[in-house]
């Protein structure tokens, strides 16, 4: 498994590695050996020969491999691994021992040592989702390390290296214990119905578990929660439970209904007394602009891109005005909740796209609460890029 190559880092990108970058650029090497395959072991070097990186080959958008260690003599094999990851669950020790917790996750990429990985946790299960044929190659060494060092009772797997790093279908089940779908799990109390071995997405966005929080604990009492782009209305959870009149839940695609209502049986909420539907987010606002609607809390969380019938969505580009539309219909000193996952652009961008969709509707407005990725979440700050989450709850004035 350990067969090594060496690679010479162009001069444009061996300060950059040097500095701590952890991705090999697909143009950081002036040609890559013909033939090289996934899961290669990479010594880099600079162009003056100096040791720079040891790493694995596998492609992964427009990565080229990940870097493992600043250390030549390292040898990736599942000790290493088991190393990784043992930190890694030190490290979530506070979460282990939440009681109202137990979906989250345990080992984050790069930010935890190892790019193109990550593992979540789920009431005893594993996700180990792989992001390039080149890190599944080591699955063998890493499936035995997670199980020397976790207590785990049963491990699913998602491979995303099919085209375009999407979801290849596959049974999902790797080894242990299997799990009865759905499994019912907490997050500071709220549960989840989540299911492993049904698609790419398991039911739950585990990043977003601050701003579930802040919802239910901090914002939801007594008000009309518009939550747009719901998937399976884990905000609409979050907002009945801390107390919203009412909660309207709006996404296209079909299962999200019954997804939803699954969710809100789960935690003991009627789900008949809230709105739960299955449209075009751009169609519903324009419906309830015409409609005078007005809520005192929007959720925005647009995927990056999307594309529907009539609107193709690119947040960073349309998300100005997306904000513009939910401004319209939130209520004087309503909150909206606007949140965007796309890692092409920063929290000051960010910022500035609240600022242009206000400038043009022509409100004040307060940014009351920030957040970004969950500590569960590890980033790198050599690594801008995997800190993608960007969250800011605003309160329109009057
Ligand atoms: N806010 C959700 C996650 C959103 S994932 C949560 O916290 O769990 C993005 C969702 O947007 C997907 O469920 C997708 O079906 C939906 N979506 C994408 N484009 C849409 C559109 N134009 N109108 C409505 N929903 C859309």
């Given at each position: 498994?350990?067969?090594?190559i ?39 070097f600079?162009?003056?020969?100096r ?20 250390n ?75 199980i ?28 242990g ?67 919203a ?12 209904k ?21 449209e075009?987010v ?32 690119s ?51 307060k ?16 690594f ?12 329109k004035?009057?």
């Amino acid at each position: 498994m350990n067969r090594a190559i060496k690679l010479k880092v162009k001069s444009s990108h061996s300060k950059k590695i040097q500095a701590g970058f952890p991705l090999l650029n697909e143009n950081a090497i002036e040609q890559f050996p013909i033939g090289i395959t996934e899961g290669t072991i990479i010594n880099l070097f600079d162009e003056k020969n100096r040791f720079l990186g040891k790493g694995y080959y596998g492609k992964q958008n427009k990565g080229r491999g990940w870097v493992l260690s600043r250390n030549q003599q390292e040898v990736i094999n599942q000790s290493f691994f088991e190393k990784k990851i043992r930190m890694a669950i030190d490290n979530r020790k506070f979460l282990f021992k939440d009681e109202d917790t137990n979906a989250f996750r345990i080992f984050n990429g790069e930010g935890d040592g190892i790019g193109g990985l990550t593992i979540d946790y789920f009431a005893g299960y594993y996700l180990v989702t792989w992001y390039s044929e080149g890190i599944y190659h080591f699955k063998d060494a890493i499936i035995q390390a997670l199980i020397n060092v976790a207590n785990v009772k049963g491990i699913y797997e998602k491979k995303r290296f099919a085209v375009k790093g999407t979801y290849m279908d596959d049974d999902d089940f790797v080894t242990g214990e299997r799990a009865t779908f759905p499994l019912i799990v907490k997050e500071n109390g709220i549960h989840f119905a989540v299911y492993l071995n049904d698609g790419a997405m398991v039911g739950i966005f585990l990043d977003q578990r601050n701003v579930r929080k802040a919802i239910r604990d901090k914002y939801a009492k007594g008000k009309n929660v518009l939550n747009t782009f719901s998937y399976t209305g884990a905000f609409s959870v979050a907002a009945a439970l801390g107390g919203a009149s009412k909660t309207t839940s709006v996404d296209l695609a079909n299962r999200s209904k019954s997804k939803t209502i699954e969710q809100f049986n789960v935690n003991g909420i009627d789900y008949e007394a809230q709105d739960i539907l299955v449209e075009d987010v751009f169609n519903y606002f324009k419906y309830a602009v015409r409609k005078h609607l007005l809520f005192d809390m929007v959720v925005l969380d647009p995927p990056s891109f999307s594309r529907s019938k009539k609107h193709t969505f690119s947040a960073g580009k349309d998300y100005p005005a997306l904000l513009e539309q939910a401004i319209q219909i939130t209520a004087d000193n309503g909150i909206i909740v606007a949140s965007t996952n796309c890692s092409t652009f920063n929290m000051q961008k960010f910022k500035d796209f609240i600022e242009k969709a206000f400038s043009v509707t022509g409100g004040k407005y307060k940014i009351l609460e920030e957040y970004s990725l969950p500590e569960d979440f590890k980033v790198m700050k050599e690594f801008n890029e995997g800190n993608y989450l960007k969250v800011a709850i605003i309160q329109k004035l009057s």
